[in-house]
Nanobody
Framework: QVQLVESGGGLVQAGEPLSISCAAS????????MGWFRQAPGKEREFVST????????YYTDSVKGRFIISRDNAKNSVYLQMNSLKPEDTAVYYC?????????????????WGQGTQVTVSS
């Protein structure tokens, strides 16, 4: 069973950066595509970014392109999301997810494992 634990969330002001991390245990991390999703109050969970198992391929939702960077360190079983130029609309609980398929996807269904989430709040 794969366990995912997010960390690094917090309260920042608009325009500031924040980096969140996700540590995996219990599985073959280097074979999983990884994704970040977020859920704001009263809204559905939405895709933010994904990275292939090798780290060579990444995708982003349009609203974060050019501001967020996803990366991974397979030696440390970790995936990261560097968030720059944060906006109040980025406020949400951010979830890390792992998919047993190696190629990245924005769809929720292929993700087999989920973390408990970390709160990111951006004040205006």
């Amino acid at each position: 069973q794969v366990q995912l634990v997010e960390s690094g969330g917090g309260l920042v002001q608009a325009g500031e950066p924040l980096s969140i991390s996700c540590a995996a245990s219990g599985g073959t991390f280097s074979s999983y595509a990884m994704g970040w999703f977020r859920q704001a109050p009263g809204k559905e969970r939405e895709f933010v970014s994904t990275i292939s198992s090798s780290g060579r391929t990444t995708y982003y939702t349009d609203s974060v392109k050019g501001r967020f960077i996803i990366s991974r360190d397979n030696a440390k079983n970790s995936v990261y999301l560097q968030m720059n130029s944060l906006k109040p609309e980025d406020t949400a609980v951010y979830y890390c997810a792992a998919s047993r398929q190696s190629y990245p996807t924005a769809n929720v269904k292929p993700y087999n494992y989920w973390g408990q989430g970390t709160q990111v709040t951006v004040s205006s």
